[in-house]
T-cell receptor, first 114, second 116 residues
């Protein structure tokens, strides 16, 4: 399966600031997704990162808060904007080829906002 | 929309026992299901998957059963080992296209603890 690298692996940020998380894959993939995992909880899909076009956001998530880029088939970024303590979570990138092929995940970015 | 839930949030077993983790899903249009294992500090790791045209699929020490009639799937782990201790998630999606194509809906997660 693809090797997925996320940076940073963790960060502590001040409220009101923004952080950009990077996801790099070692091979071209059709689909890239961003998930949030709040402490002790399951994963929730934030958005689908579409190569060459605007990301598709799930209900409850908006582009102004979570802008996403996907300039090519191996790289995507998620920015968490104007952070508040409620944004403290693990943010995970996943990749897949679509259809009935499993998605694979990076190890996530552990974000704490003070 | 889709919701996927688990019957038991925690499971504690002895080493060598067989473990069964259950999951229910709500969207009958889901046609592809995946089990993931998540260890502390790591992202979810793929264990096994099953398509809706199958009832059972076996891997190494793991078996997934799918009952489409009652929208239920389970993960069976044979001869559970301490290294199997982790959180296990089921996830469902539509693999056949449409607006939900590729999007995973995750269950709550079951914490499996294996005692030596």
């Amino acid at each position: 399966s693809a090797v997925i690298s996320q940076k940073p692996s963790r960060d502590i940020c001040q409220r009101g600031t923004s952080l950009t998380i990077q996801c790099q894959v070692d091979s071209q993939v059709t689909m890239m997704f961003w998930y949030r995992q709040q402490p002790g909880q399951s994963l929730t899909l934030i958005a689908t990162a579409n190569q060459g076009s605007e990301a598709t956001y799930e209900s409850g998530f908006v582009i102004d808060k979570f802008p996403i880029s996907r300039p090519n088939l191996t790289f995507s970024t998620l920015t968490v904007s104007n952070m508040s303590p409620e944004d403290s979570s693990i943010y995970l990138c996943s990749v897949g080829q679509g259809g009935t092929q499993p998605q694979h995940f990076g190890d996530g970015t552990r974000l704490s906002i003070l | 929309g889709e919701s996927v839930g688990l019957h038991l949030p925690t499971l504690s077993v002895q080493e060598g026992d067989n473990s069964i983790i259950n999951c229910a899903y709500s969207n009958s249009a889901s046609d592809y299901f995946i089990w993931y294992k998540q260890e502390s500090g790591k992202g979810p790791q793929f264990i096994i998957d099953i398509r809706s045209n199958m009832d059972k699929r076996q891997g190494q020490r793991v078996t997934v059963l799918l009952n489409k009639t009652v929208k239920h799937l389970s993960l069976q782990i044979a001869a559970t080992q301490p290294g199997d201790s982790a959180v296990y998630f089921c996830a469902a999606t539509r693999g056949a296209g449409g607006t939900s194509y590729g999007k995973l809906t995750f269950g709550q997660g079951t914490i499996l603890t294996v005692h030596p």
